[in-house]
């Protein structure tokens, strides 16, 4: 297991943009596939964005499409979630994951989470 920790949560107004930070401690960090997810309050947890093994392929849920971008750097063992254009159907609570298979293409794959960090966009 892999322990991480997100950062980079906070208040926005709608149209602006945050940029969420997943530390992640472990000596196979480059080995993981690592995904976004978020949680709204009354609402299941869902997929955002997810980033290979490899880092060569990346994908991201249709509601975040073109809005939200993830990305990864080996050196410093992180997980980043550029989010622009935000709306306030964004709004929850947003979960670092790791999948030790490497390849991120199914949810159920993610078995590390980190505790959260809470995005909230106003109107």
């Known amino acids: 297991q892999v322990q991480l920790v997100e950062s980079g949560g906070g208040l926005v107004q709608a149209g602006g943009s945050l940029r969420l930070s997943c530390a992640a401690s472990?000596?196979?960090?480059?080995?993981?596939?690592m995904g976004w997810f978020r949680q709204a309050p009354g609402k299941e947890r869902e997929f955002v964005a997810g980033?290979?093994?490899?880092?060569?392929?990346?994908y991201s849920a249709d509601s975040v499409k073109g809005r939200f971008t993830i990305s990864r750097d080996y050196a410093k063992k992180a997980v980043y979630l550029q989010m622009d254009r935000l709306k306030p159907e964004d709004t929850a609570v947003y979960y670092c994951?790791?999948?030790?298979?490497?390849?991120?293409?199914?949810?159920?794959?993610?078995?590390?989470w980190g505790q959260g960090t809470q995005v909230t966009v106003s109107s």
């Open positions: 472990g000596r196979t960090f480059s080995l993981y596939a």
């Open positions: 980033i290979t093994w490899s880092g060569r392929s990346t």
């Open positions: 994951a790791a999948d030790r298979t490497g390849w991120g293409s199914s949810p159920h794959d993610f078995g590390s």
